[in-house]
């Protein structure tokens, strides 16, 4: 949200987390944390001053999702499932549990998802579809 905010509202001149704090109703403690990640990943610039802040290093359609959710190291992984060197697996001790390669594909998709969206589509509201593949209603998914 931090991100996208900054991508909107930055393009002359630098925002300062206060104005994305107060626009996104999240705390300046939070966003000085994310922000000092994001900006030692090297997606943001600051900006020192009077009217310093923060922008995009790269144009919004060069940075993906992924690259922020890297950055902010939040994980895209769905289960307790862990997959070590490849084959070794931490679910159940020595043995992998019966839905690890259900899970581990999963978050495949959604890693490979998020590296196909950028910040760019986000501020555009772009509709995001999986290419090739039907959207199931969200009442059908339920039945």
């Known amino acids: 949200m931090a991100m996208a905010d900054l991508g909107k509202h930055g393009a002359d001149s630098a925002v300062s987390l206060s104005a994305i704090a107060e626009r996104q109703h999240l705390s300046i403690a939070y966003l000085e944390q994310i922000f000092a990640q994001v900006r030692r990943a090297g997606l943001v610039d600051s900006v020192r001053g009077r009217s310093g802040g923060y922008h995009l290093a790269r144009p919004a359609s060069d940075i993906s999702i992924a690259e922020i959710m890297i950055a902010v190291e939040e994980e895209t992984r769905?289960?307790?499932?862990?997959?070590?060197?490849?084959?070794?697996?931490?679910?159940?001790?020595?043995?992998?549990?019966?839905?690890?390669?259900?899970?581990?594909?999963?978050?495949?998709?959604?890693?490979?998802?998020?590296?196909?969206?950028?910040?760019?589509?986000?501020?555009?509201?772009?509709?995001?579809?999986?290419?090739?593949?039907?959207?199931?209603?969200?009442k059908m998914a339920a039945e």
């Not at 931490?90 to 999963?106: E, F, M, V």
């Open 78 to 138: 769905m289960t307790r499932c862990l997959d070590i060197d490849g084959d070794k697996a931490g679910c159940l001790g020595d043995t992998k549990c019966l839905t690890h390669g259900l899970w581990r594909a999963l978050g495949g998709h959604i890693r490979a998802f998020l590296n196909g969206v950028s910040l760019q589509d986000v501020i555009d509201g772009t509709p995001i579809q999986p290419r090739g593949q039907a959207i199931m209603p969200t």
